[in-house]
T-cell receptor, first 118, second 111 residues
C-alpha cells in the first residue's frame, strides 16, 4: 500500500517551455502533498506544501509564479515549471501523506522526475 | 533552527553490520525517520521512531534514539550489496507536516 506515482520520470525540453509534473496517490487519499527539489549529491529541499482545494504554501525563496502548484483532488497534485530555463534543471520529487487512520502518517515518495532544460 | 547532520560516506563489507548516524538540533522533534534512496529514484521509507522511544527493531533494521544527545542511528544487520544506496534521516516537529532531511549518507557495500 501507500504507492505514489510521479509522471513523467524524465523530461528534456527547450528553454522557455513550460513543463507539468504529476503526482498521484494510487491507493490512498492525500489532503497534503509535498514538492521537493534535489540537486546532484545533495539532500532534498522542500519547495512547497500542496493542500487539496486551497493554495499551496511555498517555502522562502521559492517563486510561486515560477512553480505553479495545483491540488485539485485528493489523489492528484501537479507542479508546473513555467518558462523553464537551464537553471531549473534538477530532480523533482513529490510525496503524499495518507489521511486515513490514526497515529503517525509518514510521507510516501514518488520516484522523482528528472528535468533537463537545454 | 533546524539542522540535521549525517556523515557523508560509509563503506562496509557484505555480511557485516552497518551503522549510519544522524544528529539533529531541534528538541521538539516528534517523529524521526529513515529513508533510502537508490540512484535516480525517489525515497523509500524504511522505518520511523517516535521521540519518546529509545529503540525500534524491524527485521534487519535497528533504530536507536538518544534524545538527550539528539542522536539517531540506523543499524543494518548482515548488510547486502542491495543495501548500497543513500540513506537520509529526517525529523518532523510538533504540529507540523514538514520533514527536515539530513544531508544523506552514501552506503557502499563491497563483496
Amino acid at each position: 500500500g501507500a504507492v505514489v506515482s510521479q509522471h513523467p520520470s524524465w523530461v528534456i525540453c527547450k528553454s522557455g517551455t513550460s513543463v507539468k509534473i504529476e503526482c498521484r496517490s494510487l491507493d490512498f487519499q492525500a489532503t497534503t502533498m509535498f514538492w521537493y527539489r534535489q540537486f546532484p549529491k545533495q539532500s532534498l529541499m522542500l519547495m512547497a506544501t500542496s493542500n487539496e482545494g486551497s493554495k499551496a504554501t511555498y517555502e522562502q525563496g521559492v517563486e510561486k509564479d515560477k512553480f505553479l502548484i495545483n491540488h485539485a483532488s485528493l489523489t492528484l497534485s501537479t507542479l508546473t515549471v513555467t518558462s523553464a530555463h537551464p537553471e531549473d534543471s534538477s530532480f523533482y520529487i513529490c510525496s503524499a501523506r495518507d489521511v486515513r487512520g490514526r497515529g503517525v502518517q509518514p510521507q510516501h515518495f514518488g520516484d522523482g522526475t528528472r528535468l533537463s532544460i537545454l | 533552527g533546524e539542522d540535521v547532520e549525517q556523515s557523508l560516506f560509509l563503506s562496509v563489507r557484505e555480511g557485516d553490520s552497518s551503522v549510519i548516524n544522524c544528529t539533529y538540533t531541534d528538541s521538539s522533534s516528534t517523529y524521526l525517520y529513515w529513508y533510502k534512496q537508490e540512484p535516480g529514484a525517489g525515497l523509500q521509507l524504511l522505518t520511523y521512531i517516535f521521540s519518546n522511544m529509545d529503540m525500534k527493531q524491524d527485521q534487519r533494521l535497528t533504530v536507536l534514539l538518544n534524545k538527550k544527545d539528539k542522536h539517531l542511528s540506523l543499524r543494518i544487520a548482515d548488510t547486502q550489496t542491495g543495501d548500497s544506496a543513500i540513506y537520509f534521516c529526517a525529523e518532523t516537529m510538533y504540529n507540523t507536516d514538514k520533514l527536515i532531511f539530513g544531508t544523506g549518507t552514501r552506503l557502499q557495500v563491497f563483496p
